[in-house]
């Protein structure tokens, strides 16, 4: 079970460059959220996704876009990178029936992007 | 929007001590009120949480308070050892089953030997 994967685990993208940050969950969770970590910052939710076809923004959503067309995979796009970007960016995943049922609804995180931008 | 706050950023104390870390939320309707540690370099992992319903909950050496007339909630670590240096992050939530979640800025924990 290899829980929340994220790619890359490391870029370094020129100011102006647009990319992708991938994410996936093999847990069959509803719920997919992006943040990023600053320091002193803590976790800024970036948008988050409760089902396929349904995103909203979060607290930081300027800069980023997001789809979900699959129940498993999340990604994030950057359309022209900027140095404010440059950040440590986590995906999460949480919530299915069987976790509801069991009272569960613990988010679990992936490894970790971290993104510079020069 | 929910604002969360947490106090302080950093914290350090003796082996043994307790250590108590406090947050307060912003908004009333936050139900869900859960605890991340992330030790350095890895992904925050969840190691407790509290629901509206519930006015305090234990797991071991962890336990965590909420007042929900004062909006605010602690997290209190007995007997601390040198495997909770970690940062410490509170977080809130307007639905039960988690789907926003708003973290606070975190606090650093050092245990001293």
């Known amino acids: 079970n290899a829980g929340v994967t994220q790619t890359p685990k490391f870029q370094v993208l020129k100011t102006g460059q647009s990319m992708t940050l991938q994410c996936a969950q093999d847990m069959n969770h509803e719920y997919m959220s992006w943040y990023r970590q600053d320091p002193g910052m803590g976790l800024r939710l970036i948008h988050y996704s409760v089902g396929a076809g349904i995103t909203d923004q979060g607290e930081v959503p300027n800069g980023y876009n997001v789809s979900r067309s699959t129940t498993e995979d999340f990604p994030l796009r950057l359309l022209s990178a900027a140095p404010s970007q440059t950040s440590v960016y986590f995906c999460a995943s949480s919530y299915s029936l069987r976790s509801k049922l069991r009272g569960n609804t613990e988010a679990f995180f992936g490894q970790g992007t971290r993104l510079t931008v020069v | 929007g929910e604002n969360v706050e947490q106090h302080p950023s950093t914290l350090s104390v003796q082996e043994g001590d307790s250590a108590v870390i406090k947050c307060t939320y912003s908004d009333s309707a936050s139900n869900y009120f859960p605890w991340y540690k992330q030790e350095l370099g890895k992904r925050p992992q969840l190691i407790i949480d509290?629901?509206?319903?519930?006015g305090e909950k234990k797991d071991q050496r962890i336990a965590v308070t909420l007042n929900k007339t004062a909006k605010h909630f602690s997290l209190h670590i007995t007997e601390t050892q040198p495997e909770d240096s970690a940062v410490y992050f509170c977080?809130?939530?307007?639905?039960?089953?988690?789907?926003?979640?708003?973290f606070g800025s975190g606090t650093r924990l050092s245990i001293r030997p």
């Open positions: 977080a809130a939530s307007m639905d039960s089953s988690a789907s926003k979640i708003i």
């Open positions: 509290i629901r509206s319903n519930v």
